[in-house]
């Protein structure tokens, strides 16, 4: 198994005809993703060639979902038209939508993900990598080739330590990586994933990656120890930043020491979080769990 993206998933890209898009979707079709679409209403009707593979492209989500049963849409369209885009998805009941773009003002943030939370839609993002499940299918740009298939789960504000953690665990494998975003607003949280985690038989651990800034961290700590049994290994960047200084992501500012690495590290050891100063430590404890 994995969390919210399978090889059974059926996959639209607004914004497919693009350049990211068009970069992405052949990543993705390489990895094996099950890409049945592009929306564009400009360009409806017409099919994309990538190598081997014609894609066509609808005029709506919700044409393009009655024509393929789609039920995932990763969406690379710019930051001015982002609200709309997921506002639409939504509004076509897609299951889940992936929202690559950054630069999202945070009011139109706030205001699709509320409708999309009302009308049953996960959103994962904005200013996200998307997630991976290895082997089976790749919404976004996680890189495909840096890992395999395995038994640990993965969470992460950052794209970058996604991508550090997956490749110094290559040996052991993910079943799904999740790239949740670091925006003060996203539409899928720690919690979210840890909860999904924890109810998939076929995570065995799971990597939880955080940053300073905002209480999310700590919060999670909390769901741990309230609700998780599996092992859970951590690691915050930012041991080393300026206090009340934007560091990174929108949401990375500290206040006093509310929001420091060193607050947060805290709150997830007492939850009984190992919780590594590095990246590479952190592999480090992970492989630790995992021998013990």
């Known amino acids: 198994m994995a969390i919210h993206l399978t090889k059974e998933s059926k996959i639209l890209v607004q914004g497919m005809t693009g350049g990211e898009g068009m970069k992405h979707t052949r990543r993705m079709l390489a990895a094996g993703t099950n890409v049945v679409g592009g929306v564009n209403p400009r360009k409806a009707g017409r ?3 990538f190598d081997d593979r014609q894609v066509p492209v609808f005029g709506s989500v919700a044409e393009g979902m009655d024509a393929t049963g789609a039920d995932v849409t990763v969406v690379f369209v710019p930051p001015a038209f982002t609200k709309a885009a997921v506002t639409e998805a939504a509004d076509a009941g897609i299951g889940l939508a992936v929202v690559i773009t950054e ?23 904005p200013n996200c990598p998307g997630l991976i499940s290895p082997g089976q299918s790749n919404a ?23 991508y550090q953690l997956m490749y110094e665990l290559r040996d052991i494998g993910f079943s799904t990586c999740v790239g949740i975003g670091g925006d003060p607003v996203v539409g899928t949280t720690h919690i979210d994933c840890l909860a999904a985690f924890q109810d998939d038989p076929d995570t065995d651990l799971i990597v939880l990656i955080g940053e300073i800034g905002g209480d999310a961290e700590e ?53 009984g979080v190992r919780v590594g100063r590095t990246p590479t430590e952190t592999a480090r404890q992970v492989l630790a769990v995992l021998d013990a």
């Open 47 to 49: 099919t994309v060639d």
């Open 103 to 125: 630069g999202v003002p945070v009011h139109d943030s706030v205001a699709f993900l509320a409708h999309a939370r009302r009308r049953g839609t996960r959103v994962i993002g």
């Open 140 to 162: 976004g740009i996680i890189p495909a080739d840096i890992t395999k298939p395995g038994r640990i789960g993965l969470v992460s504000k950052s794209g970058t330590l996604t």
């Open 219 to 271: 919060r999670a700590a909390a769901y741990i120890r309230d609700h998780v049994t599996k092992p859970v290994v951590g690691y915050i960047a930012g041991f080393t930043a300026p206090e009340g200084r934007t560091m990174g992501h929108a949401g990375a500012i500290v206040s006093g020491s509310s929001g420091t690495a060193r607050a947060k590290q805290q709150a997830l050891e007492a939850a």
